[in-house]
């Protein structure tokens, strides 16, 4: 029987949507198999080093939809 492919689904959070002023601050991804919708394996999630007064660029609305506040580090 042939292995499943799998689909790599990633999701981002950022302090706006101006890349050029707006910092990274994690990237969740998952492999999901597409024939039965089920995850393969475990979510995997990495967080960005942030630059010092990066909270002076943030864009309130981002952080209000990503629910990271001012405090985050």
Request: hydrophobic residues 35%.
């Amino acid at each position: 029987m042939p292995k499943p492919n799998f689909l790599l689904c990633i999701d981002t959070e950022t302090t706006g949507l101006d890349p050029f002023k707006h910092d990274l601050l994690d990237l969740s991804y998952a492999y999901v198999n597409p024939s039965s919708g089920q995850q393969a394996g475990k979510i995997r999630k990495i967080h960005f080093p942030l630059s010092t007064g990066w909270t002076l660029n943030a864009d309130p609305k981002a952080l209000e939809v990503n629910g990271y506040d001012t405090n985050y580090v």
